[in-house]
T-cell receptor
Framework: GDSVTQTEGQVALSEEDFLTIHCNYSASGYPALFWYVQYPGEGPQFLFR?????EKGSSRGFEATYDKGTTSFHLRKASVQESDSAVYYC????????????FGLGTTLQVQP | EAAVTQSPRNKVTVTGGNVTLSCRQT?????MYWYRQDTGHGLRLIHYSYGAGNLQIGDVPDGYKATRTTQEDFFLLLELASPSQTSLYFCAGRDGDTEVFFGKGTRLTVV
């Protein structure tokens, strides 16, 4: 079945560092891909999505580009802030119009001031 | 803005107990979901539905039932709760291929 793999379980950075969180997917066709962010005590919040090859999604300084060739949707930010500390989830919408949304295991980002 | 409201926010029950978690959404989302979140496992899909009366099996359905009584209401039922079901439960709603809106979660403890 379809799946999402996030390589990093935890990432520790200092403010103004460059962020990359890797996300690779396994699915046929062109599934919609999403990034979500979860702050402590809250539910996950939508960051952005992309659904076509080479489409870029972006929000709040974060961005990711849909790459069908490498089946990836890596999250990047040029300069992180302490307030970006959170858990980040990559997700895909299962193909075949099932409505099923599949999440990766999440990556915990800790940014030191 | 869409709203997904879960109740209760916290619940403690005993092993073998009967628990119902409630979820209501106010944006007429077609799809509604129940996830559980556990350290090391991320978000795992329990059950989901694409409309009133419909139920689809998720990835970790054992020990759970669900019912979608109306377009707005989606319930998760644990009829014989076990300690392994201690978790943080999230309900979510979605239309088609758009973003998913999550509730604030219900923390369930089975003692």
């Amino acid at each position: 079945g379809d799946s999402v793999t996030q390589t990093e379980g935890q990432v520790a950075l200092s403010e103004e560092d460059f962020l990359t969180i890797h996300c690779n997917y396994s699915a046929s066709g062109y599934p919609a891909l999403f990034w979500y962010v979860q702050y402590p005590g809250e539910g996950p919040q939508f960051l952005f999505r992309a659904s076509r090859d080479k489409e870029k999604g972006s929000s709040r300084g974060f961005e990711a580009t849909y790459d069908k060739g490498t089946t990836s949707f890596h999250l990047r930010k040029a300069s992180v802030q302490e307030s970006d500390s959170a858990v980040y989830y990559c997700a895909l919408g299962e193909t075949g119009n099932t409505g099923k949304l599949i999440f990766g295991l999440g990556t915990t980002l800790q940014v030191q001031p | 803005e869409a709203a997904v409201t879960q109740s209760p926010r916290n619940k403690v029950t005993v092993t073998g107990g009967n628990v119902t978690l409630s979820c209501r959404q106010t944006n007429s989302h077609n799809y509604m979901y129940w996830y559980r979140q556990d350290t090391g496992h991320g978000l795992r899909l329990i059950h989901y539905s694409y409309g009133a009366g419909n139920l689809q099996i998720g990835d970790v359905p054992d020990g759970y039932k669900a019912t979608r009584t109306t377009q707005e209401d989606f319930f998760l039922l644990l009829e014989l709760a076990s300690p392994s079901q201690t978790s943080l439960y999230f309900c979510a709603g979605r239309d088609g291929d758009t973003e998913v809106f999550f509730g604030k979660g219900t923390r369930l403890t089975v003692v």
